[in-house]
């Protein structure tokens, strides 16, 4: 499994050989509240890179999720449609979103390592 | 224009309060435990709102005030006894709502609690109709925090004994650290609860010791799901100048020996009574767990569009995504299937009896439906 890496739009992504998994950052939760609505993009579906493909939903308002890299659908995460507040509880884990078949691997290297995204989620939140 | 700040604000910051502009004021959405959990302490023990940015307008004068305030508001005030209060609206005279508040007949004349987004031109329309003839204030020394759920009464009656004593929609005087403050039995999220209209400089001790005696505060985020579930309009989302009481389906609140007065807006009003109207405000119930937003449309089975959700959330008590909105009147009636548009599906929904929670106030008089 490789390093975990993250998007401008707090999307968290793992690399397992051809298959990535996709899930929204802490930070993210932190700033959406207590999240009560999922929507997951569907199995066998392509999503592109900065693309939606999903939607949280706090008591306030809907925010979209989006995609960091291309790819088709393999997997989504039932178990956060059935319960969406483990997306409050447990975000960068069990809580993942979707698992994408990889189309194009070198649009993984522009995005964040941890501490390059601490900063700046701390920098877009002040 | 520089962002106001209610007395209460540093004990907010103290508790961990995540702040919005509402109002024009720096107001608590949420505290830490999140807006289901304090919308659920609410409903099992009780919590506390700062509404002080609300306006408390008092009036004061004898049974011309009281004729001259009939000419403004549809409300039977001449029967109005004293610490008895009523819902109401400010209307304008296509009886477009300009606010919808509560007023409440005091030892001198009348206290009306204004919205806070409302309350300066309420009181530039109020002042003008009553033409200089009375002196009227709005408090900004005076603070307002709601107690509601059904341990509220048990938390406020260790701080105010005899406060338990008021029946629903009365208020009266009480003493608290030698100072008088004034109490409603009264609220907005569907609880039993208080209102209680106190001192700026008072207001803080006392609402640590409503936290001492086991009460949270609760922010804005909360207030909003509770009224939701409760069915309670919310000013500037269900209501606005160019809907009215009829249309909100809030014709109970207008006095059944007033509807032949005058009053601003009364020849519509009598009309939409006699003739009925185009567009009602209903309750609406998706069938699935996608949350239909404000402004979402609404069609109905032949997808014409009938109408749009003026409030919509999850409501964390009823455990499921609740909507209010205005439809034709052909599409009104309980269970009438309709489509929300969500994200471009077409979501299937009922329209549905409100409220969607609903809880025993302590009887007094049953104000939420006539």
């Known amino acids: 499994m490789s390093e975990v890496k993250f998007s401008k739009e707090h999307e968290w992504i793992t690399i397992d050989g051809e298959v990535a998994t996709i899930g929204i950052t802490k930070h993210a939760t932190e700033m959406l509240g207590d999240i009560v609505f999922t929507e997951l993009p569907e199995k066998g579906s392509s999503v592109e ?15 979209d999720v989006y995609t960091p890299i291309s790819g088709e659908v393999v997997d989504t995460n039932q178990s956060i449609v059935d319960d969406p507040s483990k997306i409050n509880s447990d ?23 941890r501490s390059e995204y601490e900063k700046f989620a701390k920098e877009s939140a002040s | 224009m520089k962002v106001k700040k209610t007395s209460l604000f540093n004990l907010h910051q103290k508790n961990g309060a995540k702040f919005v502009e509402f109002a024009g004021y720096q107001m608590p959405i949420q505290y830490k435990e999140g807006i289901i959990e304090e919308h659920k302490y609410t409903r099992a023990h009780s919590g506390i709102f700062d509404v002080s940015h609300m306006g408390q307008l008092f009036i004061i004068g004898g049974d011309d005030l009281t ?11 001449t029967n109005l006894s004293i610490n008895k209060s009523k819902y109401s609206f400010l209307m304008n005279d296509n009886a477009g709502i300009h606010d919808d508040l509560i007023i409440t007949k005091v030892d001198n004349g009348f206290m009306i609690i204004l919205n806070a987004a409302c309350k300066e031109n309420d009181f530039k329309i109020i002042e003008k109709k ?13 603070s307002l925090v709601a107690l509601q759920g059904p341990e509220a009464k048990h938390v406020l009656e260790k701080i105010i004994p005899q406060s338990n004593n008021l029946k629903f929609m009365h208020g009266n005087s009480f003493t608290f650290e030698d100072i008088n403050i004034y109490i409603t039995r009264s609220g907005y999220t569907g609880e039993d609860g208080f209102e209680i209209s106190i001192d700026n400089s008072k207001v803080e001790s006392f609402v640590e010791i409503l936290l001492k005696n086991g009460s949270k505060l609760i922010g804005l985020g909360a207030r909003d799901t509770l009224r939701l579930e ?25 006095s059944k020996n007033r509807i032949n007065s005058s009053f601003p807006g009364s020849s519509i009003i009598k009309k939409q009574i ?24 609404i069609f109905d089975q032949n ?57 025993n106030y302590v009887k007094g008089e049953i104000n939420v439906r006539s």
């Not at chain 2, 009553?130 to 005076?142: A, C, H, N, P, S």
């Not at chain 2, 409760?230 to 207008?254: F, M, Q, R, T, V």
């Not at chain 2, 439809?327 to 471009?344: F, H, M, P, Q």
Request: net charge positive.
């Open chain 2, 230 to 254: 409760a069915g309670l309009c919310l000013y500037g989302h269900d209501l606005n100048e160019k809907i009215s009481p009829i249309e909100a389906n809030l014709k109970w609140a207008i």
């Open chain 2, 274 to 297: 006699d003739e009925g109207v185009k567009k009602i405000r209903v309750g609406i119930k998706p069938e699935t767990k996608v949350i239909a937003r404000e402004k979402t449309k």
């Open chain 2, 67 to 77: 004729k001259e305030l009939e000419k403004i508001f549809p409300t039977d005030l």
């Open chain 2, 303 to 359: 997808d014409k569009l009938i109408g749009s959700v003026t409030s919509g959330t999850f409501g964390p008590s009823v455990q499921g995504p609740i909507a209010m909105g205005y439809v034709t009147n052909d599409c009104s009636s309980l269970n009438t299937k309709i489509y929300l548009e969500v994200r471009g599906k077409k979501i299937p929904a009922n329209v549905c009896d409100l409220p969607f929670y609903k809880k």
């Open chain 2, 130 to 142: 009553l033409d200089k003839k009375f002196d009227l204030k709005i408090r900004e020394d005076l």
């Open chain 1, 49 to 63: 890179k900065d693309g939606t493909a999903g939607v949280v939903e706090s008591t306030k308002a809907a925010s």
């Open chain 1, 91 to 113: 975000p960068e884990g069990s809580a993942w979103f979707f698992k994408l078949k990889i189309k194009d691997k070198s649009e993984i290297d522009s995005l964040m390592n």
